[in-house]
């Protein structure tokens, strides 16, 4: 019996995940805050455009969806064919939001909260995705058997082939969402605009 651990984390995770054996598992979800300034609309925003978490080091993003993906993979000899018989994941996936140094007042308070609630939506649609990713690992990594591998080498190739396509999968479809939400009249778009041109704003 060989066993494997895997450690990954965000955007390059998924080319090397190996998927689980129908065990039950549940993913650990978390906020993580950053501060930002303002008592207005239009400060909030700001601040948001200054201190917000970079995605791929360059372009500051409202929020952040990230997570810590770990495997124990079990492989097993069959004759002269090795196959994949169990896998356990250990999933962590960490929201980044924003939020305000100091409390807020009156009608911006308000309009705050529908903002960061909408944002936190959203970012738990990219959190619903990595967990299907990692049930769509489930699916089709347990069972695979690779012939003329007596010391389960080949099937980590095979492995790394077949779930490079769903973390291209995965990728395209949390692209084309957030396509969708920061579009001109989309959720996100719609959730700036109320926030920044809503009462308690100057």
Same mark, same amino acid.
């Given at each position: 019996?060989?066993?494997?651990?895997?450690?990954?984390?965000?955007?390059?995770?998924?080319?090397?995940?190996?998927?689980?054996?129908?065990?039950?598992?549940?993913?650990?979800?978390?906020?993580?805050?950053?501060?930002?300034?303002?008592?207005?609309?239009?400060?909030?925003?700001?601040?948001?455009?200054?201190? *917000?978490?970079?995605?791929?080091? @360059? =372009?500051? +993003? %409202?929020?952040? $969806?990230?997570?810590? &993906?770990?495997?124990?993979?079990?492989?097993?000899?069959?004759?002269?064919?090795?196959?994949?018989?169990?896998?356990?994941?250990?999933?962590?996936?960490?929201?980044?939001?924003?939020?305000?140094?100091?409390?807020?007042?009156?009608?911006?308070?308000?309009n705050w909260d529908t903002f960061i609630s909408g944002v936190r939506r959203h970012e738990l649609v990219h *959190?619903?995705?990595?967990?299907? @990713? =990692?049930? +769509? %690992?489930?699916? $089709?990594?347990?069972? &695979?058997?690779?012939?003329?591998?007596?010391?389960?080498?080949?099937?980590?190739?095979?492995?790394?082939?077949?779930?490079?396509?769903?973390?291209?999968?995965?990728?395209?479809?949390?692209?084309?969402?957030?396509?969708?939400?920061?579009?001109?009249?989309?959720?996100?778009?719609?959730?700036?605009?109320?926030?920044?041109?809503g009462a308690g704003s100057r």
């Open positions: 019996m060989k066993l494997d651990v895997l450690f990954c984390s965000m955007m390059i995770c998924t080319f090397s995940l190996p998927r689980m054996a129908h065990a039950e598992w549940q993913a650990v979800e978390k906020d993580r805050t950053y501060a930002i300034s303002g008592q207005t609309g239009p400060e909030l925003y700001a601040s948001i455009g200054e201190r *917000g978490p970079k995605v791929g080091g @360059l =372009v500051r +993003a %409202i929020a952040h $969806t990230d997570f810590k &993906l770990t495997w124990t993979r079990k492989y097993e000899p069959q004759g002269n064919a090795c196959t994949l018989v169990s896998a356990k994941p250990k999933l962590i996936i960490t929201y980044t939001l924003p939020k305000p140094s100091r409390p807020l007042q009156g009608a911006i308070a308000q *959190g619903d995705f990595i967990k299907d @990713l =990692v049930k +769509a %690992i489930e699916s $089709t990594s347990v069972g &695979l058997s690779v012939d003329a591998d007596p010391n389960c080498r080949k099937i980590r190739t095979e492995l790394t082939r077949r779930l490079g396509e769903l973390s291209v999968a995965q990728r395209q479809r949390s692209r084309d969402f957030d396509r969708v939400e920061l579009s001109d009249g989309g959720n996100i778009h719609q959730l700036i605009l109320k926030l920044v041109n």
